[in-house]
């Protein structure tokens, strides 16, 4: 954990994804970023569309942090998640780059401090990369029972698919969607996580008693939220990892009882749809990325493109936000009104010039609320590192013209 940090406290979530068989033969939507920024709410694929459901957990009325909303699975950073324990299950590739997770093509000036942060530094021997993971990996394995590891013997095998993946410089990433396996009797599971769930440290123990391996291979760099001032009530604020993972069947999942109050497993549109409908709640991360994956319909093409767009790393996004007497505006980086200084950095309390802001009307960035349940994306930027674009809804007219 990084205990200098004055404003987030840093944690990693799962978007997991788990395929199903309602499938229709051809995908409703094209598969280039460039199209999908004109989709909108109103043309959102049937359900039937994707042959994937993702995961969505309804946090508890009590949360201290967005009571109510449905979020992905994850939590905060432990220190546990750093131990050097870790060097003893994880030994056999130590001798890899970040446990054989392989390095990004990103230049480490433009890295994310929550991944480019030198964990050694902070005094600890786990690389910043799996330390993440692991910790993204046990708040869902304690939020949803769902445990993605793998058992020890075949450790062997993953030896060599690390070396394999090494030789041609490429991340680290099974194949295919992973298939999630009994590892242990349901009862001795039930037992571990409610001795996780009290200490994380357990985690550890836990692996060691099974003889697992956590799965960090199988999480997917997909992208880095900050909380913007102002979001919560009680003014928690958090600098999340996002990790994109493809199993092929959907886990038995169980509320922890604690946090976690519903789980509900939905295709990205139904999601999407929900939402719209006020059926439920979620963040903005949640309807930007589920947006996006509006784009895949099909699992083994989001797996794929999950893994592979990993090797080029990802950008760090704090929402700005900018109140107008119709709308309220959420701008990300890229935006033609995104306050950012000389040298890149987002300098906040930078006067938004709306008179000013008819200039270049082709670098779009954001979301327009105009309440918590109806939101349009506006984006005509590229994206950076390969990522992709989220569906779009049309320009309102309550929005006004110097915002459009």
């Given at each position: 954990?990084?205990?200098?940090?004055k404003h987030w406290k840093e944690a990693?979530?799962?978007?997991?994804?788990?395929?199903?068989?309602?499938?229709?033969?051809?995908?409703?939507?094209?598969?280039?970023?460039?199209?999908?920024?004109?989709?909108?709410?109103?043309?959102?694929?049937?359900?039937?569309?994707?042959?994937?459901?993702?995961?969505?957990?309804?946090?508890?009325?009590?949360?201290?942090?967005?009571?109510?909303?449905?979020?992905?699975?994850?939590?905060?950073?432990?220190?546990?998640?750093?131990?050097?324990?870790?060097?003893?299950?994880?030994?056999?590739?130590?001798?890899?780059?970040?446990?054989?997770?392989?390095?990004?093509?990103?230049?480490?000036?433009?890295?994310?401090?929550?991944?480019?942060?030198?964990?050694?530094?902070?005094?600890?021997?786990?690389?910043?990369?799996?330390?993440?993971?692991?910790?993204?990996?046990?708040?869902?394995?304690?939020?949803?029972?769902?445990?993605?590891?793998?058992?020890?013997?075949?450790?062997?095998?993953?030896?060599?698919?690390?070396?394999?993946?090494?030789d041609s410089n490429q991340i680290t990433?099974?194949?295919?969607?992973?298939?999630?396996?009994?590892?242990?009797?349901?009862?001795?599971?039930?037992?571990?996580?409610?001795?996780?769930?009290?200490?994380?440290?357990?985690?550890?123990?836990?692996?060691?008693?099974?003889?697992?391996?956590?799965?960090?291979?199988?999480?997917?760099?997909?992208?880095?939220?900050?909380?913007?001032?102002?979001?919560?009530?009680?003014?928690?604020?958090?600098?999340?990892?996002?990790?994109?993972?493809?199993?092929?069947?959907?886990?038995?999942?169980?509320?922890?009882?604690?946090e976690i109050v519903h789980f509900k497993?939905?295709?990205?549109?139904?999601?999407?749809?929900?939402?719209?409908?006020?059926?439920?709640?979620?963040?903005?991360?949640?309807?930007?990325?589920?947006?996006?994956?509006?784009?895949?319909?099909?699992?083994?093409?989001?797996?794929?493109?999950?893994?592979?767009?990993?090797?080029?790393?990802?950008?760090?996004?704090?929402?700005?936000?900018?109140?107008?007497?119709?709308?309220?505006?959420?701008?990300?980086?890229?935006?033609?009104?995104?306050?950012?200084?000389?040298?890149?950095?987002?300098?906040?309390?930078?006067?938004?010039?709306?008179?000013?802001?008819?200039?270049?009307?082709?670098?779009?960035?954001?979301?327009?609320?105009?309440?918590?349940?109806?939101?349009?994306?506006?984006?005509?930027?590229?994206?950076?590192?390969?990522?992709?674009?989220?569906?779009?809804?049309?320009?309102?007219?309550?929005?006004?013209?110097?915002?459009?």
């Open positions: 954990m990084n205990t200098a940090l990693a979530t799962i978007v997991l994804t788990a395929g199903t068989r309602h499938k229709v033969d051809v995908d409703s939507l094209p598969k280039t970023p460039e199209k999908c920024s004109s989709l909108s709410a109103s043309n959102l694929p049937h359900k039937s569309a994707f042959d994937y459901e993702v995961l969505l957990l309804k946090r508890s009325s009590k949360s201290g942090f967005m009571p109510n909303a449905y979020v992905f699975p994850g939590g905060l950073l432990d220190s546990s998640d750093f131990s050097s324990e870790w060097l003893d299950i994880f030994k056999a590739f130590s001798k890899f780059p970040n446990f054989g997770l392989g390095c990004v093509k990103q230049p480490a000036e433009t890295r994310p401090p929550i991944f480019a942060t030198d964990r050694l530094k902070l005094g600890s021997p786990i690389p910043g990369d799996v330390a993440l993971r692991i910790c993204a990996l046990r708040e869902t394995f304690e939020e949803s029972g769902v445990l993605l590891a793998l058992p020890k013997m075949e450790e062997n095998s993953l030896l060599k698919t690390v070396d394999n993946k090494r990433s099974p194949p295919h969607p992973l298939k999630v396996n009994d590892l242990c009797d349901m009862n001795e599971l039930v037992k571990w996580r409610a001795l996780v769930n009290r200490n994380p440290s357990n985690f550890i123990r836990m692996c060691k008693a099974l003889e697992l391996l956590p799965h960090i291979w199988a999480l997917h760099e997909w992208g880095n939220w900050l909380t913007p001032t102002g979001f919560d009530r009680k003014g928690w604020r958090y600098d999340t990892a996002f990790f994109m993972c493809c199993l092929q069947e959907v886990p038995h999942t169980f509320e922890d009882e604690k497993w939905s295709t990205p549109s139904e999601i999407l749809q929900a939402y719209k409908a006020r059926e439920l709640w979620i963040a903005p991360p949640q309807f930007y990325d589920l947006s996006r994956m509006c784009c895949l319909t099909s699992l083994v093409n989001l797996h794929n493109f999950a893994s592979q767009r990993a090797a080029e790393g990802c950008e760090q996004w704090l929402p700005i936000w900018l109140v107008t007497d119709s709308c309220r505006l959420s701008l990300l980086p890229g935006d033609k009104l995104y306050p950012v200084d000389g040298s890149g950095h987002v300098n906040i309390d930078t006067n938004i010039p709306l008179e000013d802001s008819q200039g270049d009307e082709s670098k779009l960035h954001r979301l327009i609320f105009l309440d918590s349940y109806n939101i349009s994306a506006q984006v005509t930027i590229t994206p950076k590192y390969n990522h992709l674009l989220p569906f779009a809804g049309p320009a309102t007219k309550r929005v006004p013209n110097s915002l459009l």
